[in-house]
T-cell receptor, first 116, second 115 residues
Framework: AQSVTQLDSQVPVFEEAPVELRCNYSSSVSVYLFWYVQYPNQGLQLLLKYLSGSTLVESINGFEAEFNKSQTSFHLRKPSVHISDTAEYFCAVSDRDNQAGTALIFGKGTTLSVSS | DGGITQSPKYLFRKEGQNVTLSCEQNLNHDAMYWYRQDPGQGLRLIYYSQIVNDFQKGDIAEGYSVSREKKESFPLTVTSAQKNPTAFYLC??????????????FGDGTRLSIL
């Protein structure tokens, strides 16, 4: 079965600094990868996804992630963070041979704290 | 707007009591899921369902039960057999398609506590 490792449980940064949240998954022939964001006492919101095609995917609010098959990684980056980016971020990978309707495997999350 | 509605937002359980968490979606999604979230643990799968009247156990199904009588509804019952039920419970849904795994859409969660 797949597994996901988010290498940092907490990442504190100053506003306007760049940030990278790291995600590695266990090896598989092919995977679908997702990043979700969770604000306090809310559900998860999809930030971006890699299903196929270009290995660099972008979100509408300036985040991007790059699928690296050789490194089995899907790190999330943003060149300049805002206070409003403070949240918990989850990396997720498809399981069970990528069958539609099967659940995702989630990492334990990374708390991004942006201060002024 | 389409989405997933979980209720109640907060729920308290007494010893020996069963409680039911509601999850309704109007996204016309076939697949629905229940996750449990504990601090520092990420999300763990309790049950999922791909079609009405059918569901599968996830990684931590013991002490929980579900039903799927309607496409749009997937209630979760936390039974008295679940000895550590205090957690944040998240319901999700996704489309089924021939293109493989689709993103999951989440409700806003129910926080369950023991009285």
């Amino acid at each position: 079965a797949q597994s996901v490792t988010q290498l940092d449980s907490q990442v504190p940064v100053f506003e306007e600094a760049p940030v990278e949240l790291r995600c590695n998954y266990s090896s598989s022939v092919s995977v679908y990868l997702f990043w979700y964001v969770q604000y306090p006492n809310q559900g998860l919101q999809l930030l971006l996804k890699y299903l196929s095609g270009s290995t660099l995917v972008e979100s509408i609010n300036g985040f991007e992630a790059e699928f690296n098959k050789s490194q089995t990684s899907f790190h999330l980056r943003k060149p300049s963070v805002h206070i409003s980016d403070t949240a918990e971020y989850f990396c997720a990978v498809s399981d069970r041979d990528n069958q539609a309707g099967t659940a995702l495997i989630f990492g334990k999350g990374t708390t991004l704290s942006v201060s002024s | 707007d389409g989405g997933i509605t979980q209720s109640p937002k907060y729920l308290f359980r007494k010893e020996g009591q069963n409680v039911t968490l509601s999850c309704e979606q109007n996204l016309n999604h076939d697949a629905m899921y229940w996750y449990r979230q504990d601090p520092g643990q990420g999300l763990r799968l309790i049950y999922y369902s791909q079609i009405v009247n059918d569901f599968q156990k996830g990684d931590i199904a013991e002490g929980y039960s579900v039903s799927r009588e309607k496409k749009e509804s997937f209630p979760l019952t936390v039974t008295s057999a679940q000895k550590n039920p205090t957690a944040f419970y998240l319901c999700a849904s996704s489309a089924l398609s021939g293109a493989g795994v689709q993103p999951q859409h989440f409700g806003d969660g129910t926080r369950l506590s023991i009285l």
